[in-house]
């Protein structure tokens, strides 16, 4: 490759990692002393076979501070693995177990299951509602937290991006860069208030949104088939006039999301061809893009090219700030940046192969409604 075109990649990778570092100064923070709730909580708690979870997040959940009106809806959604069993040994009134009924067709499990946890809670006035993830561990002022955060910021939806846990080399290189991708390309204080489609980055592991925002986008039913419903759960409410984005939840949550690396790339796979507009060539061009900037300026460094080495520092740059608003693993992490980046080309890859050919399953479910599945199949 052409030493301009070196320099002109490498001068994309400075160019996000400038963004980075306005993003770290821009993203909405919470109070460090947060006042106790003056809205109604509740939280809707989606689970499918998470015996090995459930327990230490409703024990998180239940010892929320600063929540005088908090109540919890446990979704099961067709659990075999003694999941029920947990939450129902769990005597406190503020719990309450519902077994989501059969998929409606046109309907994926999450968003199903969600929409039925809000339909099970009687609607209160000036309500919050708060969707947490099984494997998400709540500090004890994360919900008093993020409901502060979205009352000062005016927003209607915040997604607090829980801090990323990873062990072993597969996860610490792929999970930090969800949050990279973002601090990286979306202008925050714009993408906010934007309806464009493009312009959305949610987390569904912990989100807060207010009841009657969620409910003039329609709900999980206007989201019913997405992949990525957290996501287009934020583009919903946004259409319907609504605000919000991610903000800081490195103090709020931790999550371990996947473990190992047999669960990152299935994980991966299933829903990784939605984050590009469910186009495949989409997919593949975002892929190559990424490699061009990220991978293509180190490789030329190890070739003696300056320019090359500027581009690969300001990758590793972009990643330690991203590394620093998320609260993951900076050092020496960031330094194997390229390698991330193939890693993350790898399963793009494969996430938009088998979307082609009708073969991404989850949890013993295709990851398309049924409707739509087989259409993909034709293709």
Request: proline share 8%; hydrophobic share 45%; with cysteine.
């Amino acid at each position: 490759m052409s030493g301009r075109a070196v320099r002109v990649l490498s001068a994309l990778a400075g160019i996000g990692a400038a963004h980075a570092a306005v993003n770290t100064v821009l993203l909405r923070r919470p109070p460090d002393d947060p006042p106790a709730s003056p809205f109604p909580v509740t939280v809707v708690l989606p689970v499918r076979d998470e015996a090995h979870s459930v327990g230490d997040c409703l024990a998180a959940l239940l010892d929320q501070r600063g929540l005088d009106r908090l109540r919890v809806v446990v979704v099961d959604d067709g659990s075999t693995d003694g999941t029920a069993d947990i939450v129902r040994a769990v005597h406190d009134s503020r719990v309450r177990l519902v077994t989501a009924p059969p998929l409606p067709e046109g309907w994926l499990g999450k968003p199903h299951a969600c929409a039925v946890g809000v339909a099970a809670a009687d609607r209160r006035q000036d309500e919050v509602l708060v969707f947490v993830d099984a494997d998400v561990r709540l500090f004890p002022d994360a919900i008093t937290s993020a409901v502060a955060l979205l009352a000062a910021s005016g927003l209607d939806l915040v997604s607090p991006w829980p801090r990323p846990l990873a062990a072993g080399a597969a996860e610490r290189l792929v999970q930090p860069l969800a949050p990279w991708l973002w601090t990286t390309t979306l202008p925050l204080r714009l993408a906010e208030r934007s309806p464009r489609p493009s312009l959305a980055a949610a987390n569904g592991q912990f989100l807060v949104v207010r009841r009657d925002a969620y409910e003039r986008a329609g709900g999980h039913a206007a989201v019913r088939g997405e992949v990525l419903e957290d996501i287009a759960l934020l583009r919903a409410v946004k259409r319907a006039g609504g605000r919000g984005g991610p903000v800081d939840g490195s103090q709020l949550a931790a999550c371990r999301m996947y473990e190992g690396w047999p669960q990152v790339r299935e994980g991966y796979a299933k829903s990784l061809w939605a984050s590009v507009g469910s186009r495949p060539a989409a997919g593949v061009a975002a892929a190559a893009a990424l490699t061009a900037v990220y991978v293509v300026p180190p490789v030329a460094a190890l070739g003696g090219s300056r320019a090359g080495l500027a581009g690969y520092l300001a990758g590793v740059a972009g990643r330690l700030l991203s590394a620093r608003t998320s609260g993951s693993r900076a050092w020496p992490d960031a330094l194997a940046h390229p390698v991330s980046v193939l890693l993350l080309d790898l399963l793009m890859l494969r996430s938009v192969r088998g979307r082609r050919h009708g073969t991404l399953h989850w949890r013993g479910r295709p990851v398309e409604p049924a409707a739509q599945s087989s259409a993909t199949m034709g293709r």
